[in-house]
């Protein structure tokens, strides 16, 4: 299986491709995609199943050709003979055609096509390997950028808030110090707010230059997702989820075909060490004062003397071990990969369930009460400024372990080859 990656781009590219998005989606406006949108438009457009889509049709052009005989062979000798003896001397012309067609040793050709049979299966198996990534990546990267709008939002606000009490400030005809120190506190974090923003921004540009490509669509076509609910599920046991994996995992679902097929293989190797046959008939004729002819059948065959196929059997069976050894190994790797995910899983889900959205609307509802109370001269600057910024890392906070748990979610989808509820 091959996904898109990203190219190395210069800090200048990302501001044009900043000012070109903001651009288009000014001018286009375009309606929110779901992210289960997005997966549906990338399984159908994305540029890489077509490489799959031919793999399928070059293994099912291979099964044609291993289902049939090899081609006849035909043979034809043109020259002059001479005769001569102690009376007499006599030329003419002399020919001979055979036709001979190999003849496999029986079994043979069933064991081709049985490889070619696999290969289809394998070829199938990749394109249904690359889908299931796809769809995977897609919805990570989709719910990334709908945070990151989500955050760059959020940081927008805050910094339009702080522009509005600053200019209120500015305002008012008030003496000492102490006023002008506010402004510049405020004007300060205003900066930082603005940076944040502007560093959410690029995020979401970055992640919408691989979602648009894996969707098929320019690097530069304005996106927007729809912020889906994400639930979290109870997960199984992890003992479930690593018989899950190396029963249903893609990759160990190659693999075991893959290990069917060296064992096709070494079958063939030996069937192999017998020769083919070629059969046929053939005719010949001399003209040199009197007229020979001759026609019969004849067969040929190789001789097993300096080649006898027994390193090719044995070759064929140290890559049957090694596919064993593989599989063996790859097993034990998927353990590891389930355990992994599953630990994170549990931890981030743990941890959002004593974060209730209640907690982050409360934090959103102080950060507004503490702009108005903050107008009237009831918080103190420092108070102000703190709870905006903690409303805004709280919901970083909440968003980057959602997106840990999503992830570690998918992954174990993909470790284990199941639907999320892991029929």
């Known amino acids: 299986m091959i996904l898109p990656s990203c190219y190395s781009l210069t800090p200048l ?11 288009l989606l000014a001018q286009e406006k375009p309606a929110p995609f779901t992210i289960e949108e997005l997966v549906t438009q990338a399984l159908e457009s994305n540029p890489e199943l077509q490489f799959y ?38 030329e003419g012309v002399a020919y001979a055609v055979a036709l001979a067609q190999p003849l496999e040793w ?78 510049k506190v405020i004007d300060a974090a205003t900066m930082t707010m603005e940076k944040e923003s502007l560093e959410a921004a690029v995020e979401v540009q970055m992640a919408l230059l691989e979602l648009n490509q894996l969707m098929g669509r320019s690097a530069v076509s304005p996106l927007v997702v729809a912020r889906a609910k994400t639930d979290f599920p109870d997960m199984p046991e992890v003992a479930r989820l690593m018989e899950l ?43 040199a004062g009197e007229v020979e002819s001759e026609a019969g059948i004849g067969f040929s065959l190789e001789l097993p003397i ?16 090694q596919a064993e050894a593989t599989i063996n190994a790859a097993a034990r790797r998927l353990e590891r990969e389930v355990a992994s995910a599953a630990l994170v899983y549990l931890n981030s889900r743990k941890q959002l369930q004593g974060w209730p959205a209640e907690r982050i609307d409360a934090l959103q509802d102080s950060a507004q009460s503490a702009d108005r109370h903050y107008r009237l001269g009831a918080v103190p600057v420092a108070t102000y400024i703190e709870l905006q910024e903690k409303y805004l890392e709280a919901l970083e906070a909440v968003n980057d372990v959602k997106a840990d748990a999503l992830e570690a979610w998918l992954t174990i989808e993909q470790l284990t080859g199941a639907t999320p509820e892991f029929d």
Do not use: C
Not at 14 to 21: G, Q
Not at 115 to 129: N, P, S, V, Y
């Open 53 to 90: 889509e031919a793999e399928i049709a070059s293994a099912k052009a291979g099964r044609r050709e291993a289902g049939r005989l090899g081609n006849p062979e035909l043979d034809f000798d043109f020259g002059r003979k001479r005769s001569t003896g102690a009376d007499f001397r006599s």
């Open 245 to 287: 994996a190396v029963e249903r995992n893609y990759e160990m679902q190659v693999l075991r075909a893959e290990l069917a097929q060296q064992g096709f293989r070494v079958s063939l190797a030996k069937n192999e060490r017998y020769p083919t046959i070629k059969v046929g008939p053939y005719v010949s004729r001399e003209e």
């Open 306 to 321: 300096f080649r006898n196929g027994k390193a090719k059997v044995s070759q064929a069976q140290a890559r049957e071990a």
């Open 106 to 183: 029986p079994g043979r050709i069933g064991l081709r096509k049985a490889i070619a049979d696999g290969e289809i299966d394998l070829a199938e198996l990749g394109l249904k390997r690359f889908k299931y990534a796809l769809a995977g990546q897609v919805r990570q990267l989709a719910f990334r950028v709908s945070i990151a709008q989500e955050k760059a939002a959020v940081a927008r606000d805050v910094a339009g808030r702080f522009n509005a009490v600053k200019d209120v400030l500015l305002q008012r005809e008030v003496g000492g110090i102490a006023p002008h120190l506010e402004i």
């Open 13 to 23: 590219f990302f501001i044009s491709l900043l000012a070109a998005n903001h651009l």
